[in-house]
């Protein structure tokens, strides 16, 4: 994961001691430390794009917020997008959420309650060209080219009616032992 070597640092103290890292080669890494249980562990977070730059600041709730700077090739043009993990990124498991509506699965995503299903998301003006992702109530859809800043879906992507819509670029993530 180091090879390249390192680039940048942040360190994020709340709700855990991660130290954030960008490498040469433009990965993001994590390091999560608990003294108490003796655990000190690395991870990759994969992303379809350049990680150029990565920082922490205090955010709502007593939780730092990690942001980061990526160039990601969209529709055959690089663009920079400044993305960042909000403090309820982190939600734990056993805090009794639908974790299909509340977390986000997607990179450069938008996140949109649409009240009465609609057939048009918009607001997608920073992925124009590309093909996206979207995820209605917590179910995956068939994927969908921007076009003009927004897409269009059928009644049918809302299984029961649902309203919560995520369109954004999908990432592949992998758990290793």
Known sequence: M???GFKQFGYAQNP?????????????LSCTYRRESEVVAWAQHPTNGFVESVCTIYGEKDADEVWFS???????VTHRFI??????????????????VTLTYLDCAVRQEMGLPTLVVDGLDHLE???????????????????GGQIT??????????????????FTSRIQP
């Open 2 to 4: 180091t090879k390249s």
């Open 16 to 28: 855990d001691s991660i130290i954030w890292a960008v490498t040469n080669d433009g990965m993001l």
């Open 70 to 76: 990526v160039l990601r090739e969209i529709d055959g």
């Open 83 to 100: 993305e960042r993990f909000p403090p309820d990124h982190w939600t734990t498991v056993d805090d009794g959420a639908d974790y299909r």
């Open 129 to 147: 060209g590309a093909v996206v992702s979207v995820i209605v109530q917590g179910a995956e859809q068939a994927p969908r080219k921007v076009i």
């Open 153 to 170: 879906l059928d009644y049918d992507d809302f299984p029961g009616g649902g309203d919560h819509v995520i369109v954004g670029l999908l």
